[in-house]
């Protein structure tokens, strides 16, 4: 019995290999009339027809498809197909018919096929986002926007886009978003300098290490994917993007992307050199205590656009006396878009002295740019900044010099 068994099985496994053993060519069984035997044929190739079936003295004889038609699988049929002669309304072609295949037809941009039909994408309403994006052969797949992100659009492709972190901007949450809006900031958080000083000296000595002499149109993009950590939200780049200038984005980038990864250790000790040169620049500054037309000549000396009278006057009365000078030149390096605040303090002492300016201001504000300009902080760029973001960031601000 066993024996038996043992048969039947080797005889079903040799079945299966014979059953599943591929041939190639494919083959056909045809009657051969002059033999009256079932042969196997040969199948013919894509793009081809049957034009003569094989006999026992000669293979099956194939002949290529003529203009307009085709064949697209190896077959035994001795006609070819028919390519479809046009494309329906909105559709465009997208292969060309040849004798392996038909034509292509697919629906325009911001359309797909349903019944024959190319209809419009949906468009997701507010407090609806993009979970799938059209394609031309299925519609738009909305989802309702969870918490914590909104969409206030009418969109077929607008993702929800995460509500708003005001404290990363230094702002206060006066009202909290929902699914249709955004979260809406205002004002300076406690956590910030009540002066309301955005980028200070230090932040733009270091940072100005990432800015390139030339921009690219997507410098901010490639800085963005360089940084370790946790990665600046796109929203947030468009946001930076519209409000400042091309070198003040770098300077905003570089800012949030420190906040938001504050608890590693490599941004831990870049934030720790930072404070620690503040403390610094303090110590040379923070003893200045200069009247109003002082600091009108100080911002008239500097290069450029002028901070106005109005801006001077506010910035006396939201700031103590050591950080008004501070205050004043971040507004002057806003207004001037990418000039440097340390070259423009280097223009500004010369032209100072014609003012009679007090001399311990003029001697901390040079101490101040010897300070910034020192091997210090030259290494603590070296080894901080430009090894943590690798090689990219260096190849492309070298590739733009």
């Known amino acids: 019995m066993n024996k038996l068994l043992c048969c039947a099985l080797v005889f079903l496994d040799l079945s299966i290999k014979w059953t599943t053993q591929e041939t190639f060519p494919p083959k056909y069984l045809h009657y051969d009339p002059e033999t009256s035997r079932q042969l196997m044929c040969d199948k013919c190739p894509p793009g081809t027809f049957l034009k003569q079936h094989c006999t026992a003295r000669r293979k099956t004889v194939c002949a290529p498809c003529p203009d307009h038609y085709y064949t697209d699988t190896w077959h035994s049929s001795d006609e070819c197909l028919y390519c479809t002669p046009v494309c329906k309304e909105l559709q465009y072609v997208k292969q060309e018919c040849s004798r392996t295949h038909n034509r292509v037809c ?38 309702r926007c969870p918490d914590g992100f909104f969409s206030n659009e009418t969109s077929s492709k607008a993702p929800c886009r995460k509500h708003t972190n005001c404290s990363a901007f230094g702002l206060l949450l006066t009202q909290k978003g929902n699914s249709t809006h955004d979260n809406i900031c205002s004002g300076s958080s406690e956590s910030t300098q009540k002066c309301g000083i955005d980028v200070t000296l230090c932040e733009e000595a270091f940072f100005r290490f990432a800015v390139p002499t030339k921009f690219t149109p997507n410098w901010l ?11 600046v939200n796109a929203e947030s780049i ?140 030259y290494r603590l760029y070296q080894k901080l900044f430009l090894e943590m973001i690798g090689n990219q960031v260096q190849s492309v601000k070298i590739s733009c010099l």
């Open 106 to 143: 697919e629906c325009e941009e911001g359309r797909y096929l349903e019944l024959e039909f190319c209809l419009k994408h949906r468009s997701c309403p507010p407090g609806f986002g993009v979970l799938q994006v059209g394609t031309p052969e299925r519609n738009t797949v909305c989802k």
């Open 221 to 231: 993009s490639i800085l963005v994917d360089s940084l370790p950590g946790t990665k």
């Open 238 to 377: 468009e946001r930076i993007k519209r409000r400042h200038s091309s070198q003040e984005q770098t300077f905003q980038l570089l800012k949030l992307w420190k906040h938001q990864n504050k608890d590693q250790d490599m941004v831990k000790k870049i934030i720790q050199d930072i404070d620690l040169c503040e403390s610094s620049v303090q110590r040379h500054i923070g003893h200045a205590n200069l009247t109003f037309e002082q600091l009108r000549r100080l911002m008239e000396s500097l290069p450029g656009k002028k901070v106005t009278t109005e801006d001077i006057e506010k910035t006396v009365k939201a700031c103590k006396s050591s950080e008004q000078i501070l205050k004043l030149l971040s507004l002057w390096r806003i207004k001037n878009g990418d000039q440097d605040t340390l070259k423009g303090l280097m223009h500004a002492l010369k032209h100072l002295k014609t003012y009679h300016f007090p001399k311990t201001v003029t001697q901390s504000l040079k101490k101040i740019i010897r300070f910034l300009h020192s091997f210090t902080m």
